[in-house]
């Protein structure tokens, strides 16, 4: 494989303006760091931080069949029961029952939908969607809409307040996991309030045309610039699973702790493969866990160990700022998956003692 | 931060200023602790631990990496900073002066001839 040249979102020249560290992520020029990690984490726990995720997929789903199209493919309802302006979570999974991505559904119209895929699996997720329409439902117009709208996340308490500042969203009217279709400077604009950080606040997608101005008044308005490394330190706090690292297509929804966001019920691509997982249970299960001490930090990969043997490993791991220890999810056996059980995490040679713990690890107030 | 006239400096961006008392003090630059980020945990020799020039004397971990600690003489670990073990965050604040990690009795002082002068260094990090 050769290595192609890195992609750029729509705000890239922005991100290098305020001094942003760069790394490629997910074949894409992103930025990981502005301020620091941790000062960052802080404004979106205690302000507000914004992100750039315009590097997600945006696929529009529309016509006659994209309602089936999408409840075939996607774990939630996206049945008739779904209202409009819903976005609903789940999985995409293979007829096994594997992992494909999770990804957030919205409805915005009676045959108009948006799905926003991990940018890692943004391509094999537009595959997936051709596929079945292809096979299965042809009535549903598939459209890339990934570089024409921009994505950008404003988080954190006073997330929705800025969102109406500047983007005149209502958060009485628009409440958690809705999506309203609008106008932001002129273009039109979906606002949903949704995020990945465990805070309140909302996903901005603006035609890219006005996303630089749009992002410099969020600036302006407040809102602390965040890069991937807070990202990735806010979900795991809220023990939102990453994919590719917390589950892929060798584990079903069941194993990593996602049987909520699963209708067993319906008919959807990998059900039974679900279903037999619901019943029977799975030897092994996703667990959260936390270090006594600071110390090392127990990182991807390394093992999790029981009196010295080695039972699973971790998926992801990193020093927490909410509960200055460090945390970790990883796949254990299920009888050694309950919250109190002790374990120990092999981080450079050296044993890390640890406590499996309830998830998530952070859970804002209300 | 401009980097101190008064101390040596390694290629791997460790600092060691001769002090007074014929010891060594050692820590990481400005520039290093700006590449690392948000530092979270420090692993430093122990007093009495013996540290060698270019060789790993321990780890400094930042939020999302850990990277190896390259000690810029040879000698005896004379004292660690407590105080950079139990507030990682002072490699951060203070790389140059509360953020020391280890004063070392050398077995050579004239080993810091090997390293780098202000100027040198500030020219390897542009």
Redesign the interface.
Known sequence: MTDAPLRTTVLHDDHVSLGARMVPFAGYDMPVQYAGVLAEARAVRTAAGIFDVSHMGRFAVDGGDARALLDWVHTADIGEAMPMGRARYGLLCNESGGILDDAIVYRLGEERFMIVANAANAAKVFAWLERWRNERFPNAALTDRTSEIAMIALQGPEATYIAGQIAGFDPEAVRPFNVVETEVMGAPTLIARTGYTGEDGVEIMPASAVASSLWRALTDAGAAPCGLGARDTLRLEAALLLHGSDMDETVNPIEAGLGRFVRLERDFCGAEAVRAAAENGTPRVLAGFRTAERGPAPRAHHRILINEADVGEVTSGSYSPYLDTNIGLGYLPREASEPGSPISVDVRGRQIPAQIVALPFYKRSR | MPVPEDRRYSREHEWALPEPDGLILVGITDFAQHEL??V??V?LPRPGDRVTQNAQMG?V????A?SELFSPVSGEVAAVNEDVKNAPELL?ESPHEKGWLIRVKPDDPAELDSLLDAAAYTALTE
């Open positions: 980020g948000d979270v945990y692993d780890e971990e930042s939020v999302k850990v951060n």
